[in-house]
């Protein structure tokens, strides 16, 4: 299993990014998918969830509204797509499978939303 994020960057508050992870090692179209975030001296936290259809997700209180995530099983990927970002989202943002019972995790891509 391979996850591989990407389009972190540095954004003005109130600007937008949008995160991808690409997966491959596993049947990416029969497995939750879920993007976490730890941001400095605190513990990783759960962002969103969407099912293996796409057809409902989960938010964090915080992100709700401003964020969405969402997937495309013909290409392997999920996506953020983070609106309205705020410095508190600055962070490392994962993206995470759990393939027969083991998480796997993607090395991160960085977020920080600084003026």
């Known amino acids: 299993v391979q996850l591989v994020e990407s389009g972190g960057g540095l954004v003005q508050p109130g600007g937008s990014l949008r995160l991808s992870c690409a997966a491959s090692?596993?049947?990416?179209?029969?497995?939750?998918m879920r993007w976490y975030r730890q941001a400095p001296g605190l513990e990783r936290e759960l962002v969103a969830t969407i099912t293996t259809a796409g057809d409902f997700t989960y938010y964090r209180d915080s992100v709700k509204g401003r964020f969405t995530i969402s997937r495309d099983n013909g290409k392997n990927t999920v996506y953020l797509q983070m609106n309205s970002l705020k410095p508190e989202d600055t962070a490392v943002y994962y993206c995470?499978?759990?393939?027969?019972?083991?998480?796997?995790w993607g090395k991160g891509t960085l977020v920080t939303v600084s003026s």
């Open positions: 090692g596993f049947t990416f179209s029969g497995y939750l």
């Open positions: 995470n499978a759990r393939v027969y019972a083991m998480d796997y």
